[in-house]
């Protein structure tokens, strides 16, 4: 098992394992109220993220640091090539009226050019505003409003087809261009005059002051803010992430780094992701879809070594693996598979991290290595075969399954972090797993909670100020400490764990304060569940909103010799269906209280998506949005009806 391989290399690479320095601080109690992590590297003095591709072309240009995929093959891109195209396309962009300061709003799924336009903008003095391909035309006009963008750059016609309406009534109304429409040959034409010396003017006069782009939250709670990041920002961000993490990846295992990136680029998370890879020359791919049928051909293909993602893709890597086994029968071999899995990292671990206990038993051993050959391969297989280390970030990841996929040979590190705070504040350290925490800081970050257990952050990664919104930044930042909104705690060795949202918290008629995010978040991983929401405030008991997920749903049918066609309503009262959700509400139930656990719930009609405005693009849940939209099915399970017991 490669990843047990790794942990006993670094036992001896202390140099490794112990880079990063942790300093706590106590209360009266011994409660651990702050950790500070030391900076790997020094904050930026000069120059910016823009000099990145350049810096590459000179020091290194016959490296790949990219692979593109055209005609269905990943081909090869130099840092010289590629710091040509993004010369390119800023000669373009200043060709097409861009001055320094000025903002180019980019709409685009994940791709290669999303990557030339972003460090381009850069390299022509401007600032990126990203906007994501699903916006509406109400967030779209909103954002360039607001962020004064004066050109948008759009991946299809469909996207355009939507700028157009949004940006119709704006006086200064953005020209438009189109990626899929020739936009980066436009651009490269239209700059043919303008000299490449012209970009280096531009792209010298960048400081680690100066603004790299404004990001605008998701809005969960009304309208996006726009959050000021710096060139510093980033720097903070990707430099300190890769000494971090490369030297573990290159060094303990062997191989050569390479991550096939599908987040999409207009979350801070995927952003950083792509300029750390760029910073450390990492070999880096792109991939439009986070779907598991379209994701999962191309992980085949690109065989990323490590990749960057969010719960809901280690849920779908999981289900599938579950659903196979039962179409060929071995349902019940999957399951013992997946509890020997637990126990095996559980006592792995424990020995590993000197918890105590002996580690796995020789019996434990030979159930591991038995469904090693039956099941954790298959899982390895899915994700390209060389894949030994993973992050994720968004959410919370269910413990039980972070254990499932260390015991196939994939350590998942947890990361958190906001818009604000340039993507990770924190992340596991190297080769210091500990399943149900979100790590330590980032290296050069200071985490606190504060007095009523709200998350607070300070370091060279948060972000000075919300775009033309003073009063929204002055409740945010004070003294340099950004109030996340979430509620969390840090154990004795700084390891923070996110218990919630404090805006989200519930209280019973009883007055029992509940987190909704622990059982959201565990009855999520669960087929057939697709998506849900947790209620109950001022309610007597804690109830939930249940959908089901279509693959699920399907595969559930088949197996059962059911008709594809079946209604949801005859679904929702089916006694089988019902029971495959209790087994979902059960395992949320197991993380909290009988006080906090789930009731009852229903099986509602529908889907929380981005479509039908219930889920942000980054596929948090908008909760007020969730609840008047299925008011009527809140008060039927409150008034006696609804499934569960």
């Not at 990145?52 to 995929?69: G, S």
């Not at 598991?292 to 890597?317: C, M, Q, S």
């Not at 071999?333 to 020789?362: C, H, M, Q, T, W």
């Not at 280390?389 to 039980?400: E, F, M, N, T, V």
Request: include cysteine; glycine fraction near 10%; charged fraction near 25%.
């Amino acid at each position: 098992m490669g990843v047990r391989k790794d942990l006993k290399r670094a036992q001896r690479r202390s140099d490794l394992a112990e880079r990063a320095t942790v300093d706590l601080v106590s209360d009266e109690h011994g409660t651990v109220r702050e950790a500070r992590t030391a900076a790997l590297v020094a904050p930026a003095a000069t120059g910016s993220t823009a000099d990145i591709p350049f810096v590459n072309a000179v020091e290194a240009p016959d490296t790949v640091v990219l692979r593109r995929k055209q005609g269905g093959q990943w081909l090869p891109v130099t840092a010289a090539a590629f710091a040509r195209e993004v010369t390119d396309a800023a000669k373009g962009l200043i060709a097409d009226g861009l001055e320094p300061g000025g903002r180019v709003a980019l709409m685009s799924r994940t791709r290669y050019e999303w990557a030339v336009l972003d460090f381009a903008i850069w390299a022509a003095g401007g600032q990126t505003v990203p906007i994501y391909a699903t916006s509406s035309a109400e967030q779209i006009e909103w954002i360039v409003r607001d962020s004064g963008a004066r050109h948008l750059v759009v991946e299809s016609a469909e996207n355009a087809a939507t700028a157009e309406e949004a940006v119709s009534g704006h006086p200064d109304r953005p020209r438009i261009r189109i990626v899929d429409g020739g936009a980066m040959a436009e651009l490269t034409s239209l700059g043919r005059d303008v000299p490449d010396e012209e970009v280096t003017k531009r792209r010298s006069a960048l400081t680690p002051e100066s603004i790299a782009t404004l990001c605008y939250t998701s809005g969960t709670t009304g309208r996006p803010k726009g959050c000021v990041l710096t060139h510093g920002n980033l720097h903070a961000e990707a430099a300190n992430t890769v000494d971090l993490l490369h030297p573990v990846f290159k060094e303990i295992t062997g191989q050569v780094a390479a991550t096939l990136l599908f987040l999409p680029l207009a979350h801070i998370l995927g952003r950083s992701i792509q300029i750390a890879c760029l910073l450390a020359r990492i070999e880096l791919g792109h991939c439009p879809s986070i779907k598991p049928d379209e994701l999962r051909p191309e992980l085949r293909a690109f065989r990323p070594t490590f990749v960057v993602g969010v719960p809901y893709l280690f849920e779908k890597i999981h289900e599938t693996g579950r659903a196979t086994a039962e179409k060929i029968g071995r349902a019940a071999s999957f399951d013992r598979a997946e509890r020997i899995a637990v126990r095996f990292g559980e006592a792995y671990l424990n020995k590993f991290l000197d918890r105590g206990g002996p580690g796995p038993s020789l019996g434990l051993r030979a159930g591991w290595a038995l469904y090693d050959l039956l099941v954790y391969r298959r899982i390895r297989k899915e994700v390209g075969g060389r894949l030994r280390y993973a992050i994720s970030g968004g959410s919370p990841l269910d413990r039980d399954l972070n254990l499932f996929f260390y015991a196939a040979g994939i350590v998942i590190y947890e990361g958190y972090g906001l818009t604000e705070t340039t993507a990770a504040a924190t992340i596991t350290p190297p080769l210091k797993p500990r399943p149900g925490t979100v790590g330590l800081p980032v290296p050069g970050t200071a985490v606190r909670i504060a007095a009523d257990g709200e998350v607070l952050i300070k370091g060279g990664i948060v972000f000075g100020s919300y775009w033309n919104n003073p009063a929204a930044t002055d409740t945010a930042l004070t003294d340099g400490w950004f109030a996340t909104g979430d509620l969390g705690a840090l154990d004795e060795s700084g390891y923070l764990t996110i218990t919630g949202r404090k805006k989200d918290i519930l209280v019973t008629s009883g007055g029992k304060n509940v987190s909704p995010a622990v059982l959201e978040d565990r009855l999520r991983s669960r087929a057939p569940v697709g998506q849900c929401i947790v209620v109950g405030d001022n309610r007597s008991f804690v109830g939930a909103l249940v959908t089901l997920d279509p693959e699920a749903v399907r595969h559930w049918l088949t197996v059962r010799k059911r008709p594809a066609d079946t209604a949801l309503a005859e679904l929702a009262a089916d006694p089988q269906m019902i029971a495959e959700v209790q087994k979902a509400v059960d395992h949320a139930n197991a993380a909290v209280s009988k006080a906090e656990s789930i009731r009852k719930f229903a099986i509602v009609g529908g889907e929380f998506t981005e479509d039908n405005g219930l889920l942000t693009p980054s596929l948090k849940i908008k909760r007020h949005a969730v609840t008047a939209a299925y008011a009527a099915e809140i008060e039927e399970l409150y008034g006696g009806g609804g499934g569960g017991r």
